[in-house]
Structure formats: structure tokens, C-alpha cells
């Protein structure tokens, strides 16, 4: 069968489940645990012929010969027996449980899976199918789904740019359902001819995660094992710890990541009287330049320590990361003189599926120590001002990118043109600063722009309505979160 066939096939499936109950993000999760029996049976088979260690009275087939009732607790006992086991097996199946209470159309799913020969698909053909139910299940906003969600386009332009080079590690401590691998993974693959030493590596020795949300965590699992990444039998390359408690146990050649938004960190705990209550969380790490509870901030010094001396990164960060006094100063000073903190992308917003998000990518490389500040200049490229984007008319393309990715210019980042010109061209998206200008910034602040915002003097040349209506509404969501995080901090204190 074609791609789109298989695809069409596979989607077929999402409207009729949701018509009794059953979201995006459901579907996805039983597709997982189907999938994952389906391809390990295929694996037991000529001319394979691997043990897999599946109890037989659990395995596909035992799915295939039940239907009506009798499936269905067949099924359900089958993921609570599954949950049990040990490696990526106990893995996959932790916490599992049967959301498609439907018989008939559990038996339709299974049917349909049964059906097709999936270790013999490209890892395009069912990348495709993954990723295209990730991101319905990221647009499912009201489950809360597009919160690890990054757009697929973003994630492309920054492996773009950071360059991956086969037999090198690749790190993300909040890696989410595995994107930012995936696009690793594929840029190595098309730009090099890989000899069998390599493949190897790149399949079982070079991605390594944190994912403490069970659920997302299960997807990366089998999103990366669709795409032909880890073995079935093999270690677990993604860990359920939160990366922020402890140094990482390795360091890696490359870290690329979008660490979950929301300002802090913070743990629940029942009171005296049995109430719950929420406590900031803050991280005394020895490799950590600040103490603090802005959970971005910390992700920025963890991501650091991640890092070989020669090793690259490129994360996601929201603007008080750039701006933020205290803690966020002394982390940003630090940034500059141990790293080379050469560029900045600033995004626009409507991008995201979390509301009220202004995002940046920084780019930064790891060095040894050093008297001098290693940063001689940093370079920032406004891809916000007087862009507008909505996620469903006007979502983010790879194409939008693509100045950005030549004027970045990954060849040589120390031959670098600039577009901002004073008289010429003030409008230019691209800029540089010096590492004196930037230290005599208030707070030593990198949230620096400079185009003229045209919406705030041209009445004439307003945005579409859709998207002041969603600015509005992501202002409102973020001053909300903000009320929020005082009313807990006050309510902490009492």
C-alpha cells in the first residue's frame, strides 16, 4: 500500500473513537501498545526469529483470535500483565490501561493493525502516521496535549543550523515525544553516506532523554522504536528521573531542547489538616551558577553542565530568561563568559499550543576555562516583529525559516553579514552586538529589539482579527498563570 493509503487507513479510525469518547491522544496511546505487540510478533517471525520474552497467552496473537467482550478483557487484563515485565517491554506498557471500551471498534483497530506488514514500511510511512496523530493529539488543546508539542518546522530549522555529525551523542532533558531526536536523526541519515559502524551508533548509541510524564514518555519510546531507533531488547535511553535534581551521569556532543513551560518548579504536599498545597521547588546543584525556581533558568544551567567542552546547544527559552533580574543575571553573565552565546532567534508569537508563550531559541557552544569571556558577539534575528502566525491559517513553515538558516550560516559562523543596516536598512532581521554592549544592558539583558513594530502606528495595516483575538486571549492566559503563581505563593507562606 502507498503511504497516504496507510495513513488514511490508520486516521480512518480518529472520528467514529471520538464519537464515543475516545480523543486523539487516546488513540495514539492504544496505538502504541498495538503497534508495539504487532511489530514484536512480525520480529518472531522468519527471517527475523528474535525472542522477544512476551508471554504467549499475551501476545498479538492472542489479541487476533478473540472478539465482543471476551476481547475486551482479554485486552485489558493483557496491559496490566504487560505493565509488569521488565526492560523497554514494562516500559511501553507502565501505567497502561484499555480507553477503547468499545468492543467492536477495538476489534475494527486490531483488525486493521493485523492487517499490514510494518516492519517492512520505510520509517517515513509510520513516522508519518505518528507524527500526524501527535500533532492532532497537539491541537486537542483541551486535553492539554500541545503543552510538549513543539512545531516540527522550528525543531527542523534548529538541526539545520546545530548540524549533527554521525558517531556524536545527542542529548534533551525534557524530550517530550522524541521530535528533536527525530529530526536529528533524519538530518544525519540525508547528509551522509553512513557505513555500518555508524548506523549502529546512530540507532543504539546516540540519543539519550529525561521524560517524567509516563504518558508522553511512552509515546517518545515507541515514536523513536517506529522510526528504527533502539531495540526492542535493548537499554532504555530514556529516562523517567527529572533531569534537574542531579548532574547528568554523562555529557554529551550536542543538547537540543524545549524545556517545558510554566515559570517554576514546584512539588504538591498534603498539609496538617489533609489539604493539598504547591511548594517551590529549588535546585542546590554545585555545578549550578544560581539558586532559583524559575524552571527555564534551570534547564539553561542543566543544559550547560550537559555539554562536553566541545559540545554544542540549542534550546527554546521564553523571554524572561532573557530579561529576568537576579538569578536570571548572574545565569546570562555566566552564559557569556564560559560559552559562546553567538546567536538568538527571536519567535514569534501563535506558534505554540500553550497560550500566552514569547519564545527564543539561543545557540550557544560549550568551552574550557578561560579568563576572557569566550562570547565577542552575539547575534539575533528578529523573526517576531510584524510577523504574524496562527496554528491553523497561518501555521509555521520550514520555508519561514529559511533566511534565518542562511544568515546563521552554519558553515562558518565567524563569516557572518549582517542585513540591520542604520541608514539603509533598519528594518534588517539581523544583528549583532558586541559582548561590551551587551554587559552594559540593564540586568545584562538580551531581549533586545530594534525593527519598528508598524501595527502600533499604522492603524491601516492591523493583523487579521483571528490573531489579535488569539493575542488577547494568550495575554489573558498569561496574566492569568501569573495570578495564579502569586495566589500559591501567598497561600504557601500562610
Known sequence: MTTSSVVSKVWSFCNPLRDVGVSYGDYLEQLTYLLFLKMADEYSKPPYN?????????SWESLTSKSGAELEEHYSNLLRKLSSEKGILGQIFTKSQNKIQDPAMLYKVIDMINGEKWLVMEADVKGDIYEGLLEKNAEDVKSGAGQYFTPRALIRAMVECVQPQPMKTIADPACGT??????????????????????????????????????TRRLALMNLFLHNIGKLDGDNYISPNDALIADSPDTYDYVLANPPFGKKSSQTFTNEEGEQEKEDLTYNRNKFWATTSNKQLNFVQHIRTMLKTTGKAAVVVPDNVLFEGGAGEIIRKKLLETTNLHTILRLPTGIFYAHGVKANVIFFDNKEASKEPWTKEVWIYDYRTNIHHTLKKNPLKFEDLLDFIKCYNSANINKRKETYKVDKNPEGKWRKYSYDEIIAHDKTSLDITWIKDKSLADLDNLPDPDFIASEIIENVESALESFREIINSINCKK
Open 50 to 58: 528474535r525472542p522477544l520474552n512476551i508471554p504467549k497467552e499475551y
Open 178 to 215: 522524541g521530535g528533536f531526536f527525530l529530526a536529528a536523526y533524519d538530518y544525519i541519515v540525508r547528509e551522509n553516506k553512513l557505513d555500518k559502524e555508524q548506523n549502529k551508533f546512530l540507532k543504539e548509541s546516540t540519543f539519550f532523554g529525561n521524560e517524567i510524564v509516563p504518558g
